[in-house]
């Protein structure tokens, strides 16, 4: 079985540091990334989503976390196709974003050469990371209206290429693309490629709902656990993901993960039900119970 690493898509919810879970202690970000180190060897971070990473973040976050701990990335919106707030862009890109005079804007929308501005400052924001050896996988979730077609699969491949040699991740919300009939096909699309399928445990029965299918495409694999919220429709992110796996849960899900680890040579685990320490919580009984398999 190869190496699992289990932790939280965040550090720094507020609602986290209300819980509890971190000591008085930890009364800084300096202190509470630390600690948070020293209990989990990965972290996904969310807020590159919403804002692009700066180097300067970059370099505290590597000089703050030991040997070994890796962070996962996610994917500036403009480059998932998702709706982009203008004010999130560098202030020297602005004018040219809002040519179409608008506070939000689409990748479409955009000249393609600020696009292509943004990505390389992208990259660089996350530059300090990699030299550091602590820069995992840039998680790409593409969005409800981006179904299976020819067109999104080379949209992918450019994603994939525009970081490179960084990894890619690939996380659907478009039942098409994991559809019965339509797995084996996007399946061996990212087996192809090499480029690691996110597994995902969801609320179903939405139209963004993907079914918890677990498979290896790269020799990294991962399992993003969202929880079962039944709002998960709430514009409340607290609503959304406010979900405890319960024990049971967690002892059905570990063999199905030690399963996927035996076909992958690492294989990292994410708990995005961060609301509280629900995710904290979880993920070190989860470690726990994958130390027994």
Request: hydrophobic content about 40%; overall charge neutral; glycine content about 6%.
């Amino acid at each position: 079985m190869g190496d699992i690493r289990v932790g939280t898509a965040s550090w720094t919810d507020r609602t986290l540091m209300d819980s509890g879970w971190y000591p008085p202690e930890a009364n800084t970000p300096d202190k509470r990334l630390r600690f948070y180190a020293s209990r989990f060897p990965l972290v996904e971070v969310d807020a590159t989503y919403y804002a692009l990473p700066s180097e300067q973040t970059a370099v505290a976050w590597a000089a703050r976390t030991p040997a070994g701990f890796t962070f996962n990335i996610k994917a500036f919106s403009l480059f998932t196709q998702h709706p982009t707030r203008v004010a999130a862009l560098p202030a020297d890109l602005r004018e040219a974003a809002s040519a179409v005079g608008k506070d939000t804007v689409y990748q479409r929308q955009v000249d393609q050469a600020v696009v292509q501005q943004v990505w390389e400052r992208f990259l660089a924001g996350l530059e300090p990371l990699r030299q550091a050896g602590k820069l995992g996988l840039v998680l790409f979730q593409y969005p409800q209206w981006f179904p299976i077609s020819k067109a999104g699969k080379q949209y992918i491949l450019s994603c994939a290429r525009q970081i490179a040699p960084l990894r890619a991740c690939v996380e659907f919300r478009n039942r098409t693309w994991m559809t019965p009939e339509n797995q084996p096909e996007t399946l061996g699309f990212l087996a192809d490629n090499e480029l690691p399928y996110v597994c995902v445990d969801m609320p179903q029965g939405y139209a963004s709902s993907i079914p918890p299918v677990l498979a290896a495409t790269a020799g990294l694999a991962v399992v993003r656990l969202h929880g079962h919220s039944d709002k998960w429709t709430s514009r409340d992110i607290h609503e959304r993901f406010g979900y405890k796996y319960s024990d049971d849960e967690l002892t059905s899900w570990a063999p199905r993960i030690a399963d996927l680890a035996r076909a992958a040579e690492t294989t990292h685990v994410l708990f995005n039900n961060c609301y509280r320490d629900y995710a904290q919580v979880n993920a070190q009984r989860l470690a726990e119970l994958l130390g027994g398999q």
